[in-house]
Structures are given as structure tokens and as C-alpha cells.
Antibody, heavy 119, light 113 residues
């Protein structure tokens, strides 16, 4: 059974960098999927942040492209998100997911981790 | 405002049929990209409900069905049950310069009366 688990600080100060890691079990991140970050602002809908293909190619939401970086750690079967220069508008639940195909669907999701941006 | 438009809320009595629409444009659904649907219960991660416009993952009841036509898609739920009360999201892909990438609809809250 494929499982994903997000981890990282729950509180980040404004202007700093948010760093999250998604640990994957039951599948190899080198196996051909798009490893994805999605967030959900409190009480709002889902927002795609970006994904990384197993080859290392990355794709980002246009509005976040200048601040987001997604990377793979194949030795630990993890992938990560870094979001720089955060503001209160980045406070959200962050989910990692496995997506099948460039325009595909998320078939496995992590439970999510809440990140609050506050001084 | 989401590029994929869903009604904010729908409701129905137990046993009834409800539909949730997802309206896009020529750069996403109308361009031939697949539509997928998710169910999100309160406090949980989204769960894949329909993929590839009309396919159900293993374990999803056949009360849930999806369709797509032109620049829109729909999720239908028949035999409504109390446990279906949740938020539902459509998802597709957009190829325009300003919105390129994965898109989600704004979500629809289903209330079972």
C-alpha cells in the first residue's frame, strides 16, 4: 500500500523559507509518477503548487514559480518543497500527493500538515 | 476565482440524485484534458472519486459517476446517503500561459438534508 507522510515545521516566520518533506512508502519515487504539492488555505479550496517528475523535471503554478522549489531525495525516497519569502497568505494545510501523468490524478495523498506563517 | 467553476453548494435528501457541474474553457476541459473528481470529508485529505472523466477507483461505489462534454464535466451521485456529505472538487489541466498546470475547481459542499 502506497503511503505519503508530510513533515516539517508548523510555524514559520514571515519572510523566511517554508520547508516540507514528503516521505513515500510502498512505492519508489523513481517509478514514473509526478510527485506533487498541493495546499488548502483555511476554509478554502485546493491549490496546486507544483510537481516533480521522477526524472527531476519540475513544473510550478505560475504565481508561485519564483518562490517555490521542489526536489527529490531518491536515497531516502522523499521529495521536498521549499517556499521562500513567505507571508501570512501562505498559511495553509499542505498536502503531498502522487499524481499519475502530467495532467493526471492524485491517487495517493498524505494526511496534510498545517503551516502557519506568523511572527 | 477558480478557472474551473463549480456551484458553491448543492443539497439533496437521502435516496435522491444530485449532480455537481464543473465548467471550464477551451484551454482546459475543452482542450481535451481529462477531468478528475475528489471527495473531501471534514478534516481529512481529498480522496480520489473519479478519474479520467468517468472511471471509478476500486472501492468507490457505483452510486458515483462522472461525465464530460465540451468544456464541462459533471459528477452525479445517486441514492444519496448521509455519509456523502462532504466537499467535492473537480480537477483538470490548463495549457494557457497564465494558468498552465493542474487546476482545481473551487469546490462544492454537498449537504444531505
Amino acid at each position: 500500500q502506497v503511503q505519503l507522510q508530510e513533515s516539517g515545521p508548523g510555524l514559520v516566520k514571515p519572510s523566511q523559507t517554508l520547508s516540507l518533506t514528503c516521505t513515500v512508502s510502498g512505492d519508489s519515487i523513481s517509478g514514473g509518477y509526478y510527485w506533487t504539492w498541493i495546499r488548502q488555505h483555511p476554509g478554502k479550496g485546493l491549490e496546486w503548487i507544483g510537481y516533480i517528475y521522477y526524472s527531476g523535471s519540475t513544473y510550478y503554478r505560475p504565481s508561485l514559480r519564483s518562490r517555490a522549489t521542489i526536489s527529490l531525495d531518491t536515497s531516502n525516497n522523499q521529495f521536498s518543497l521549499k517556499l521562500s519569502f513567505v507571508t501570512a497568505a501562505d498559511t495553509a494545510m499542505y498536502f503531498c500527493a502522487r499524481v499519475s501523468g502530467h495532467s493526471g490524478y492524485g491517487d495517493y495523498w498524505g494526511q496534510g500538515t498545517l503551516v502557519t506563517v506568523s511572527s | 476565482q477558480s478557472v474551473l467553476t463549480q456551484p458553491p453548494s448543492v443539497s439533496g435528501a437521502p435516496g435522491q440524485r444530485v449532480t455537481i457541474s464543473c465548467t471550464g474553457s477551451s484551454s482546459n476541459i475543452g482542450a481535451g484534458y481529462d477531468v478528475h473528481w475528489y471527495q473531501q470529508l471534514p478534516g481529512t485529505a481529498p480522496k480520489l472519486l473519479i478519474y479520467g472523466n468517468r472511471n471509478r477507483p476500486s472501492g468507490v461505489p457505483d452510486r458515483f459517476s462522472g461525465s464530460k462534454s465540451g468544456t464541462s464535466a459533471s459528477l452525479a451521485i445517486t441514492g444519496l446517503q448521509a455519509e456523502d456529505e462532504a466537499d467535492y472538487y473537480c480537477q483538470s489541466y490548463d495549457s494557457s500561459l497564465s494558468n498552465s498546470g493542474v487546476l482545481f475547481g473551487g469546490g462544492t459542499k454537498l449537504t444531505v438534508l
